[in-house]
């Protein structure tokens, strides 16, 4: 079972670029999310979905944008870097937010911006 | 202030101690708790779930105390494999999953 599958697992941007990190899972989860992890700082929710074609803002969402076109996929798009988004990125999944349903995270995708 | 707050530590607790963790939230309408572990570089993975009733998991006591809000997490005899960090996790009603920061433990040998 491949879980939640999350690419790259390591990037490097200059400040002002674009890119898309990318979470996948196959356990057919309505439930997503992405994460950033600093130091000291704990896990901070950047955006999450309950389902296809609904997403929802987290604690920090500024600087980032999502989609949720399938249950499958849910990219994480920074539209313009900056170094403040340096940080660890995970992405995860559950049956439901709400309940008892636990979340499957991805391995993480460190992302350094100069 | 943060909606979950943990003591960050470290603790440092020699092998075969007991050690206890709290954990406070401040959204009375959260619905659904969770201790988490995640090991250095690594992705925060389930240790358990926390209920009303407490619940146990081996050498794992989990506590809820709705009223005050405050959740706990006891390990005993304690295992140099437990060292990690442990994070509080809370479900809302808007389906926010809310971590907190995290307490570092060390076991010492």
């Known amino acids: 079972n491949a879980g939640v599958t999350q690419t790259p697992k390591f990037q490097v941007l200059k400040t002002g670029q674009s890119m898309t990190l990318q979470c996948a899972q196959d356990m057919n989860h309505e439930y997503m999310s992405w994460y950033r992890q600093d130091p000291g700082m704990g896990l901070r929710l950047i955006h999450y979905s309950v389902g296809a074609g609904i997403t929802d803002q987290g604690e920090v969402p500024n600087g980032y944008n999502v989609s949720r076109s399938t249950t499958e996929d849910f990219p994480l798009r920074l539209l313009s870097a900056a170094p403040s988004q340096t940080s660890v990125y995970f992405c995860?999944?559950?049956?439901?937010?709400?309940?008892?349903?636990?979340?499957?995270f991805g391995n993480g995708t460190r992302l350094t911006v100069t | 202030r943060k909606e979950v707050e943990q003591d960050p530590g470290p603790f440092n607790v020699p092998e075969g101690a007991t050690v206890a963790f709290n954990c406070t939230y401040s959204?009375?309408?959260?619905?659904?708790f969770f201790w988490y572990r995640q090991d250095c570089r690594k992705e925060p993975k389930l240790l358990m779930s926390?209920?009303?009733s407490g619940n146990e998991d081996g050498r794992f006591t989990a506590q809820l105390n709705r009223a005050s809000q405050y959740i706990s997490l006891l390990i005993r005899d304690s295992k140099l494999s437990d060292s990690a960090t442990y994070l509080c996790?809370?479900?809302?009603?808007?389906?926010?999953?809310?971590f907190g920061k995290g307490t570092r433990l060390h076991i010492l040998p």
């Open positions: 996790v809370v479900t809302n009603r808007d389906d926010k999953i809310i």
């Open positions: 926390v209920y009303s």
């Open positions: 995860a999944s559950s049956y439901a937010g709400s309940g008892n349903s636990p979340l499957h």
């Open positions: 959204n009375s309408a959260s619905q659904s």
